[in-house]
């Protein structure tokens, strides 16, 4: 079972920068496409972005494609997002998991989340 702990999250200005962290145990990590998803008040918890094992491939939903940064450091099993130019619709709650495609794949391992708020 992987136990998944985001941080990082926080209040931050429109057009600032926030870096969000996803620490995972378990060895099968070093293998596994990852990804960040977010969930606004009201609404469904949507994907953000995906990195591949070797951090070789990303992609990113249209809302933070050019704004946000996935990457990964296998060492320290450990999956970053790198949010700039913040917008107020980018506050939600953020997660991990791992994922196929643009969906989650672990339904039992979502972790507590990180809230990022964005003021106008």
């Known amino acids: 079972q992987v136990e998944l702990v985001e941080s990082g999250g926080g209040l931050v200005q429109a057009g600032g920068s926030l870096r969000l962290s996803c620490a995972a145990s378990?060895?099968?990590?070093?293998?596994?496409?990852m990804g960040w998803f977010r969930q606004a008040p009201g609404k469904e918890r949507e994907f953000v972005a995906t990195?591949?094992?070797?951090?070789?491939?990303?992609d990113y939903a249209n809302s933070a494609r050019g704004r946000f940064t996935i990457s990964r450091d296998n060492a320290k099993n450990t999956v970053y997002l790198q949010m700039n130019s913040l917008k107020p619709e980018d506050t939600a709650v953020y997660y991990c998991?791992?994922?196929?495609?643009?969906?989650?794949?672990?339904?039992?391992?979502w972790g507590q989340g990180t809230q990022v708020t964005v003021s106008s």
């Open positions: 378990g060895r099968t990590f070093r293998l596994a496409t």
């Open positions: 998991n791992s994922v196929l495609g643009h969906q989650a794949m672990c339904d039992t391992c």
């Open positions: 990195i591949n094992w070797s951090g070789g491939i990303t």
